[in-house]
């Protein structure tokens, strides 16, 4: 069914049954479920808070278990913050937070391997180019260049991408 389609769709219906339709929306789908209640209750700070916290359980998980460490936890958060609308600063915060808790789980080992490296600069990519979209770069530049200047003092394989992607500030 087109858009158009389904506008015709919904303009035929009396609101009561459109009402109902939207509440057996809510009821069935948890997608719907939670735009609305993002919506009507924004609470942006708890969904932020919740996300840094699963973030850092993949690299410092609380029981002793192995860090996992997969980026995909925070593109999964990231990806749930644009399609919700949230403040485009708190997600810029988000995908910064991910590569600076990846940094300091990988300050401790003297052997990250590429794949990690190479992910981490996917992220680092990401979030400077949203930021720049954005228009947040005077407010997020310090945090960028600490994290091209951790990768430096880690030497990092791909630390010239970092270098690379930063240069577009000077």
């Not at 997600?91 to 990846?102: H, K, P, Q, R, T």
């Not at 992220?123 to 200047?149: C, G, M, P, W």
Request: glycine share 2%; charged share 35%; proline share 2%.
């Amino acid at each position: 069914m087109s858009k158009k389609d389904l506008k015709k769709y919904l303009r035929s219906l009396e609101k009561d049954r459109l009402e109902e339709q939207i509440l057996e929306l809510y009821d069935k789908f948890d997608n719907v479920r939670t735009f609305y209640n993002f919506v009507f209750d924004p609470k942006e700070d708890k969904l932020i808070g919740e996300a840094k916290f699963r973030i850092s359980k993949e690299y410092f998980p609380q029981k002793h278990r192995k860090a996992k460490a997969r980026r995909s936890v925070a593109q999964n958060q990231i990806r749930h913050f644009l399609q919700l609308g949230v403040d485009p600063n708190l997600i810029a915060d988000v995908m910064l937070f991910n590569i600076e808790i990846a940094q300091t789980f990988s300050s401790d080992k003297h052997n990250i391997t590429e794949a990690f490296s190479k992910s981490m600069f996917r992220s680092f990519e990401q979030a400077v180019n949203y930021i720049h979209q954005n228009e947040l770069t005077s407010e997020f530049i310090n945090r960028i260049y600490k994290i091209k200047d951790e990768a430096e003092e880690q030497k990092w394989p791909n630390l010239y991408q970092f270098e690379k992607l930063t240069g577009q500030f000077d």
